[in-house]
């Protein structure tokens, strides 16, 4: 018990500066921005009010970003994308089983390719850039899917507060590979402190600016696109597999 | 006793007993958690499986009562079979009684010959499993050393086919929804589990089981996404029925505890959506909410396959979960704005489920040390290493893998805190800008 008030008592520059708090208002406001000049804004307004938005915050301030202090409860990939997702739950009154097959088919393949490349589901392992070859261009291939399946995902979902910190937290989740790949590649060139601040911003940014310029390739070219990232995944996995 | 009494007897005597049962499979819990009571040489043999047993046998009749189901007697009567067959330390005696359990469900009205027949034979598969085991082990009783060498492919599959039966895969097939006899199918699936007491399966049953299960939960979960509310109970308990098959196949401490409290979760998702009306209740018995009992479900499905390392089955068991999030978000997110007045059956029933999912979700690692560890632990003998669900202590749940690294994380109990904490930051946050308009 200790141990969790402990933590919980850590926890307060998580939940007021960053990644939650602050960071998460601010990044999430200027992310919405960015999406709605790059046209996948989200259009549906949420109900729900505070209830809409604690649960992606949560999942924000919970996320394996530096320079925050650690905080010994990680979440996994199924938790996180749940936390996320809940503003969009919400406004499940007329879903069609087929319309979110089609949202999320794309995010779970990616999924499969995160855990399949990470060696599991915990959003930490995302940040460990994996030696073998196959298994980097896995990861790669996965944040790449998990990308390009956001616009259509974002443009149709819930709007305000709530649905701009899903965004954001959709977003952040790609961008931990991104984040592995850097630390891994810089590691020797850069000292790991300076590292541990400058490389969160620059891995955020690109993945941000890969999301504005995903989102402005036309809908047709971006299923094309899904379809090639998809079979590279399958591939990729059949070739983990047979080297079992 | 006058007629008033025995009035009362008739109309609140099931739904007691029920209750007594219950009461004895938490007291069982209790007693056998560092080790089965065995008596009589062997022919009772009340563990862990048999504690879990009772309490969701109690939780069906319960549920029946509750919902109004016709011949309260015949419901507790059936319950008490299921759980005389899973505290029989005798395999010819625990078929018998499944038989039995089968001979008390109500038939359909109007149903054909081959209807009626059709009731019977998941129970008589079971059955004939177990008796096949007896005859060729030469050793009746599962818990003496010896019995496990009747298991042969002839009595698994016999027994997977009785349990998939039980659960209603016929279904998928006539894509219609199941018939539900959940009682039944507990007792098959008691059947099935029971079976890692005698050894370890082979990796073709593996196979089998985990191709079964995983197909069952996503087809059913895929079947229920569109399915008219009333139908939706059936298919979400097929869905459960899937995810204890598939947690069978993974034969790890992992797979059995997603096995246990996917039957745990069974009588909860029948009473909050058997007569299922638009309303915000409902939504704790959805997967998309976080922290509810059908969550750590879908949670305990996906990180027992990734502990396992069947990364495909516990993507698949994903997508299941979402598409099974679907019927209860959609009635809940359809509710009308609520209106003040009497709360009507539908509304009560849903009002229980909805709390009872909450306290499942939140209470897993309660639920998990007290009903589910002692079951890993006194099947152990038939388990592989691939995968476990443990205590995070003051946290949550945590899977690890062979290896005993972590795949997978619900911190439960620091989420449910930091929301708290969350929610009542933005509260005074609100609360100062109103002041401040």
Not at chain 1, 168 to 176: E, M, R, S
Not at chain 2, 25 to 39: F, H, K, M, Q, S
Not at chain 2, 81 to 100: E, S
Request: glycine share 12%.
């Amino acid at each position: 018990m200790s141990e969790l008030l402990g933590a919980l008592g850590l926890a307060w520059p998580r939940l007021l500066l960053y990644p939650g708090g602050l960071f998460a208002l601010v990044a999430s406001w200027l992310l919405g921005m960015w999406l709605a000049r790059c046209s996948c804004g989200p259009t549906a307004q949420v109900r729900g009010g505070l209830g809409a938005v604690v649960p992606p915050l949560v999942a924000l301030t919970m996320l394996p970003l530096a320079p925050a202090r650690s905080f010994p409860y990680g979440l996994d990939l199924v938790v996180a994308l749940a936390l996320l997702e809940w503003p969009q739950a919400m406004g499940w009154g007329a879903q069609r089983r087929e319309e979110l097959a089609r949202a999320y088919a794309p995010l779970l393949l990616a999924g499969l390719g995160l855990a399949e490349a990470c060696g599991g589901l915990e959003l930490t392992r995302l940040l460990r850039w994996p030696e073998p070859l196959v298994a980097q261009l896995l990861l790669g291939a996965s944040a790449a899917l998990w990308l390009a399946a956001l616009p259509r995902l974002l443009a149709s979902g819930p709007g305000g507060l709530a649905g701009r910190l899903r965004a954001l937290g959709l977003l952040l989740v790609a961008a931990l590979p991104v984040l592995g790949a850097l630390a891994a590649t810089l590691a020797e060139r850069l000292p790991a402190d300076l590292a541990g601040w400058l490389l969160p911003p620059v891995a955020m940014l690109a993945a941000g600016l890969a999301l504005g310029g995903v989102a402005r390739v036309p809908e047709r070219a971006r299923a094309r696109v899904e379809l090639v990232l998809g079979v590279v995944i399958l591939g990729l996995l059949a070739v983990i597999a047979g080297r079992r | 006793m006058s007629s008033a009494q025995g009035s009362l007897l008739r109309q609140r005597g099931p739904a007691f007993a029920t209750a007594l049962l219950l009461l004895a499979g938490l007291a069982l819990a209790r007693l056998a958690r560092e080790a089965p009571l065995v008596r009589a040489g062997g022919l009772i043999h009340a563990d862990a499986l048999s504690a879990l047993v009772l309490v969701v046998a109690a939780g069906h009749g319960l549920v029946g009562y509750a919902l109004g189901a016709g011949r309260p007697w015949r419901s507790a009567a059936a319950c008490v079979l299921v759980a005389l067959a899973a505290l029989m330390g005798h395999l010819a005696a625990a078929g018998a009684l499944l038989i039995g359990v089968a001979a008390l469900q109500p038939a359909p009205a109007m149903a054909s010959l081959w209807a009626r027949a059709l009731r019977w034979l998941p129970a008589g598969c079971a059955a004939l499993g177990l008796a096949l085991i007896g005859l060729i082990g030469g050793e009746w009783r599962h818990g003496l050393p010896g019995a496990g060498a009747g298991l042969n492919s002839a009595s698994l599959a016999l027994i997977l086919l009785g349990a998939l039966l039980a659960v209603g895969a016929t279904g998928l097939v006539r894509a219609r929804a199941p018939e539900e006899s959940p009682l039944v199918a507990l007792g098959c699936l008691y059947a099935l589990l029971r079976l890692f007491s005698l050894g370890p399966w082979n990796l073709g049953w593996l196979f089998a089981a985990l191709l079964a299960g995983g197909g069952v939960a996503l087809w059913a979960a895929w079947s229920a996404a569109a399915a008219p509310p009333a139908e939706v109970a059936p298919w979400l308990g097929l869905y459960l029925g899937g995810l204890v098959v598939a947690g069978a196949g993974l034969a790890s401490g992992a797979g059995i505890t997603l096995a246990g409290y996917a039957l745990l979760l069974g009588p909860l998702l029948r009473l909050g959506l058997s007569n299922p009306q638009p309303q915000r209740a409902l939504w704790p018995l959805s997967a998309a909410v976080p922290l509810s009992a059908p969550f750590v479900a879908a949670w305990m499905g996906v990180a027992a396959a990734a502990a396992g390392g069947v990364t495909v089955l516990a993507v698949a068991l994903w997508a299941a979960a979402l598409l099974a999030a679907l019927p209860p978000a959609r009635l809940a997110a359809s509710a009308p704005p609520a209106v003040d007045g009497e709360r009507g059956p539908a509304t009560v029933a849903a009002l229980t489920a909805a709390g009872l999912s909450a306290a499942l979700g939140l209470g897993a690692p309660l639920v998990v040390l007290g009903l589910l560890q002692p079951l890993v632990a006194q099947l152990q003998a038939g388990l592989t290493p691939f995968g476990a669900i443990e205590l995070w202590s003051w946290a949550g749940l945590i899977a690890l893998d062979a290896a005993r690294q972590p795949v997978a994380t619900i911190p439960s109990l620091a989420l449910a805190a930091l929301m708290v904490i969350l929610s009542a930051l933005c509260w005074v946050a609100l609360r100062l800008g109103a002041l401040k308009r």
